[in-house]
């Protein structure tokens, strides 16, 4: 299936780094499960809406499920971190097996906008994102999609081809599936997100994120659900009790 990032060869995002500079923006990398159990923590304190969870959290949501959908598209294991400031509200990397003794990686900024309006007004906020400033070459912007509505993501995105930016690369996400799309059990829609890809291609995929908490579960029992970088070393972190001796 082609999608994220175009046909992937010849595409900018797809230039490996090395890992000193993913070292150089974030020390500590998260599996992305474990930034939807801190969303779904604070969906509790908020009464389950998601309207009143404080903005970092609906981004960290945002962030997690973008690294989620590259894992399901990749094949190959998506870490996050959530810078203290932004700009960029998220970060997302993999690592890459150069040679047995080289890593190197991808590596996404992602910038989250919402989309809480009107469901026509969605263009307009994605046209003052992608407008507003210059963003660096390896930046993803995701819209997250707030208000139910039947949206023609389609002609969304023939309207934003012909916007000049800095921005080549455009998501829509929301929870659950589209509202022209078939039913599923209620059970599976609690654990579903859809990817809409805008920019450079279009694609829509729906996502089940179940089975990636089976593989949070199966890392965290290891302690092996973080990744710490620092300069070209890379380690395994958890937070794990049962790895952590006491002095």
């Known amino acids: 299936m082609v999608f994220y990032f175009g046909k992937k060869k010849g595409d ?17 990398w998260d599996h992305p499960v474990k930034g939807l159990f801190k969303y779904a923590e604070s969906m509790k304190k908020c009464g389950g809406d998601i309207l ?7 981004e960290r949501y945002c962030v997690s499920l973008v690294a ?26 993999t690592l890459i097996q150069e040679k047995p003794d080289a890593l190197k990686g991808y590596m ?6 919402e989309h809480r309006e009107k469901p026509e007004q969605i263009f307009n906020v994605i046209l003052n994102k992608m407008t507003e400033k210059s963003y660096e070459n390896n930046t993803i912007l995701v819209c997250l999609a707030l208000t139910p509505a039947v949206y023609d993501f389609n002609m969304l995105a023939k ?20 509202l022209n799309q ?10 579903t997100f859809t990817m809409v890809q805008l920019l450079p291609v279009f694609e829509m995929e729906t996502f089940d994120y179940s089975p990636y908490l ?15 970088t620092d300069g070209i070393e890379v380690h395994y972190a958890t937070a794990n009790p049962k790895f952590h001796h006491k002095k």
């Open 12 to 28: 900018e995002l797809m230039s490996k780094i090395n890992l000193r500079e993913i070292s150089s923006r974030a020390k500590q």
């Open 68 to 93: 989620l959908a590259m894992m399901n598209d990749s094949k190959m294991d998506w870490w996050t971190n959530i810078p203290k400031q932004d700009p960029p509200d998220g970060l997302v990397m």
């Open 214 to 228: 089976d593989d949070f579960k199966v890392r965290y029992d290891k302690g092996q659900e973080s990744r710490l």
């Open 52 to 58: 009143k969870l404080p903005k970092n959290d609906r």
């Open 108 to 113: 996404r900024e992602v910038e989250v906008v």
């Open 159 to 178: 309207k934003l081809a012909e916007i000049t930016s800095s921005l080549k690369h455009v998501f829509v996400m929301f929870a659950g599936i589209s």
């Open 182 to 191: 078939s039913n599923i059990s209620v059970d599976r829609l609690k654990t």
